[in-house]
């Protein structure tokens, strides 16, 4: 068996371990970091551009955010935007549209007024837009069924307009970026691809990393930054035994032709944890529209890559009274569980076109079933954790550190938003347990 020892491994090559890869590269004098993908690319699963809706979720348009969160978030997102700019990357990776959350309906439009006030001191930018304004910069939204005159229902929106802030990214270019600019920083760093891991342990303060092509790779440190395997990996470490996880997978539409100018965001519903419908422009898809996610959930931990995470789904799942009783629980109200079966359908050929399309029309009255067809491939899965002690669904990030010197990350949305800023308090975390220097200044002068 080959080894090869580094002071620390980062595991998972997506946009979160990319852009760890990178800081502790740039900001930190730890000479050796090496980073294990499992597949032959960065990137090739969730931070893929056809697995996410390639946004920066800075908070002024996800109406599910609170005030304190959105102010969290937002830094977050300063630091994606601060990292594209510091490369150049305007056009390339990072893009400015224009972007909206819209309020349709009397009792959304007095609630998108209240959030405006709310948040217009922490997004000084941010415009409220009335029904003629969303006429001039999205006519389909403001026009009704016949796409001729004005929709019935009073609508409003907040939001900006095209070319103000950055709003868009292809996190997959990005986090390519990321690892090439780490590799540039004058350390010894490894990154290879097709290294599945299958096991760690930690041996006289010494972590030992198992591949299934038979290499050992020994560390210092280690973080974890693979998805839903992330907790797979804890489990089988046994760590976080108090967590489990239902994988939910967001599906997508795309339109034909271009139809929305911008993203246009929905108001969210307070009693589903998942993300509301919303449109936005695909990077990968000629600007097209693409409309979604729906919310799917299903027994893998990775989509579209064969039925090998099935068996990995239920280790990690570790089904008991506590789990079924979380779930019963979910189900026992209504608009989830009628939320959740009901987009099963969206998966069905020959009516779930028709049925997504009533959905949707909430943002473009007028569109069509001939105007959309299902984006086969498009889509990713975000592990929903469990918290057993608490007895409830998590919903944001979860990390676990209970052992010194290895994290375990599980980043369902805006987890690409906060690549950056969970990357950050990981270095630091990492700079502590090994006694190496952080250099809090140059990531203050460049990323804050």
Partial sequence: MNQQHYDVVVIGAGISGAALFFELARYTDIKNIAILEKYNAPATLNSKGT??????????????????????????????VKYGLMQNAQNKFMFSHQ???????DIECEYMKQRYEEFKELYPYIKFFDKTKIKEIEPKVALGTDGINDRK???????????????????????????????????????????????????DDVFHIYTTDYKEYTAKAVVVNAGAHSLFLAHRMGVG?????????????????????GKVYMVQNPKLPFAALHGDPDLLADMNTRFGPTALVIPKLERYKGLKSVPEFFETLKFDKVVAKITLNMFKDPTIRNYVLYNYLFELPFINKALFVK???????????????????????????????????MLGEASINEVDGIIFNMTPSPGATSCLGNALRDTKAICEYLGARFDEDRLNTELL
């Fill in 51 to 80: 697995s996410n809706s390639q946004t920066i979720h800075c908070g002024d348009i996800e109406t599910n955010y609170t005030l304190e969160k959105a102010k969290k978030v937002k830094k977050t997102a300063d630091m994606i």
């Fill in 99 to 105: 972007k909206m959350a819209l309020g349709v309906g």
């Fill in 153 to 203: 229902e009073n609508i409003v929106a907040m939001g900006v307009e095209q070319g103000e802030v950055f709003t868009t990214v292809d996190y997959g270019k990005m986090s390519q970026s990321l690892i090439e600019q780490g590799q540039l920083q004058g350390k010894n760093t490894l990154v290879e691809f097709n290294k599945e891991v299958t096991k760690i342990e930690k041996k």
């Fill in 241 to 261: 035994l108090d967590k489990s996880c239902w994988p939910v997978a967001g599906s997508f539409y795309l339109t034909k032709q271009k139809i929305l100018n």
């Fill in 359 to 393: 959905d949707a029309r909430k943002i473009v009255p007028s569109l069509k079933t001939s105007d959309i067809y299902y984006a086969s491939g498009f889509g990713g899965v975000r592990p929903q954790v469990i918290d057993k002690k608490v007895g409830e669904l």
